[in-house]
């Protein structure tokens, strides 16, 4: 009957130790091989809003000069920083003066906006500290001039800035067809005397004498026969 020889413990231990070596090696050399992983990033840091003590956002208004005075019936925007109450629109009454909160009326015709801003700020002082006023001009009522008689759409009409006769006609949709357009009368009053310049408005279509294109001044009336 044949015999049948097992290994030794020594000789099964040998191989085990030589397989575990393997298979270390072998992963040691798949890592090594490995391409290396890039280092995670964090996010960037986002910009937080700043706080709010940055300027009010201004609103437009008409264009004006420095010396541009204040009248009646204009709308003007009075913003006081940080102060709602005292912020908003207002029309300068008759009398020309504007209410305001907290400090009641202000006079504001006859002041250039400066001159109110400046107003304004001397009044607001006595209750807050350091008070940032500006004054914005929205809408010029106060300074009309006047058309009547053959044109398209007569009446009266703002003089926001440096306006000719020529000009205030073509605003109101030009002469009519029976317009005695050679007899056109610009009204004025200068210091308190009644005054009249004659307009010619063929002459001046046709680039003569144009003199008689003057430049009209708040309260004038041309009238178109």
Known sequence: MTRHRFPSLGFLS???AFMLAFAGGTAAFAQGNA?????????PPTSKPQSGNSSPTLPVGV???PDYVIGPDDVLTIIVWREKDMSGDVVVRPDGKISLPLVNE?????LTPEQLRTQITEAAGKLFEEPSVTVVVKAINSR???VTGQV???GPYPLSGPTTVMQLLASAGGVLEYADTENISILRTENGKPMRYRFNYKDVSKGKSLNQNIELKPGDTVVVP
């Open 14 to 16: 040998l191989v085990l």
């Open 35 to 43: 391409s290396p992983q890039a280092p995670a990033r964090n996010p």
């Open 63 to 65: 264009p004006t000069t």
């Open 106 to 110: 202000v006079q504001a015709a006859g």
């Open 144 to 146: 009309k001039v006047f």
């Open 152 to 154: 398209t759409k007569p």
